[in-house]
């Protein structure tokens, strides 16, 4: 691959997109960040940009070009989300908000890319917020290259507000009213089947994949009259977006959701005004609270048709503190 200030040979080898495809967004974040401070002719600048035309030409001899795209809040590479540790995740959102602020995207890097190429988008991209451009003018100054590629951010994630929040109100307070109703069923004696919550998590696993933010802040809503059932959904969705940012796989998150979503459910057991009591417990009501771990397990186990979900969700309640 040609490079400016020499050429470079490449490492030879087969990288696994999604083993890999973490750097490439790190490096990417870490490139933008460095253009901020010292000019594209910087050693710090040649550095970083070097290092990422690296990465992107040893994924390229796999797949032969990388299509680089922002959905939502996560970053996908060749249609494969892009699973993020917890050391690359401010470095992932840093970049997400530079995609949105330039109203990029899609960037597909081909196989013959170069630095000066990387050079010519970097120095572009940095300018542009500067320099008041539009996304029209940064796709011109990139078609001066030959290895890169743009697209716009598409339409279906810059969706009407208005609307994307309503559904997203609607999925939380479903989680609310099912585990409300959950808990009425088991106070009154009925049996309460736990595959019924699938549907319900498997709502929130798609909101939140698609609306991140605007479901999180619903977990700020509080309600003390009611404060078993919205902490409940609140866990659950919490814990939804962590495991999405850890990559898990969609079956694990649906589990985790259910899990998460029941994990107080022995609360039931505890008098309404010992959990709703503003002032400090007393010495005896901690040992009733202290209870409701155990209590959880054998509401759960009293369920109709244990299966494998239910036995994990009762793990949880027994080990959540």
């Given at each position: ?249 969609r079956k694990i998150l649906i589990d985790l959701g259910i899990a998460s979503l029941f994990h107080d459910l022995g609360k ?54």
């Amino acid at each position: 691959m040609k490079q400016s200030g020499g050429s470079k040979v490449m490492g030879s080898g087969v990288i696994d997109i999604q083993c890999s495809a973490e750097d490439l967004i790190n490096q990417f974040a870490i490139i933008f960040r460095t253009a901020r401070i010292h000019s594209i002719k910087n050693g710090a600048f040649i550095t970083a940009a070097d290092k990422f035309a690296v990465l992107v030409q040893d994924m390229i001899r796999t797949d032969h070009e990388i299509i680089m795209q922002l959905r939502g809040d996560f970053f996908y590479i060749n249609d494969q989300r892009i699973r993020y540790s917890p050391k690359y995740i401010l470095n992932s959102d840093y970049l997400a908000e530079q995609f949105r602020k330039a109203e990029l995207g899609t960037i597909i890097f081909k196989k013959e890319i170069s630095l000066d190429d990387i050079s010519i988008f970097i120095h572009s991209f940095t300018n542009k917020d500067f320099l008041n451009e539009s996304f029209d003018d940064l796709k011109e100054k990139i078609s001066l290259t030959t290895g890169i590629e743009l697209r716009r951010l598409e339409k279906i994630y810059l969706e009407d507000i208005p609307d994307a929040r309503r559904r997203v109100r609607k999925t939380y307070f479903n989680a609310v009213f099912y585990i409300k109703g959950v808990i009425n069923k088991v106070k009154s004696g009925e049996e309460v089947n736990i595959k019924k919550a699938k549907g319900v998590i498997v709502s929130v696993v798609n909101a939140i994949s698609e609306h991140e933010q605007t479901l999180l802040g619903m977990t700020a809503i509080k309600d003390y009259d009611e404060y078993t059932y919205f902490h409940c959904a609140n866990v659950s969705i919490l814990s939804l977006a962590i495991g999405l940012r850890l990559g898990l796989s969609r079956k694990i998150l649906i589990d985790l959701g259910i899990a998460s979503l029941f994990h107080d459910l022995g609360k039931i057991e505890v008098p309404n005004e010992i959990i709703n009591k503003p002032e400090r417990l007393a010495d005896f009501e901690w040992r009733i609270i202290k209870k409701h771990p155990i209590w959880g397990v054998k509401v759960l186990l009293k369920m109709r048709d244990i299966d494998e979900v239910t036995i994990r969700a009762s793990i949880v309640a027994f080990e959540h503190h």
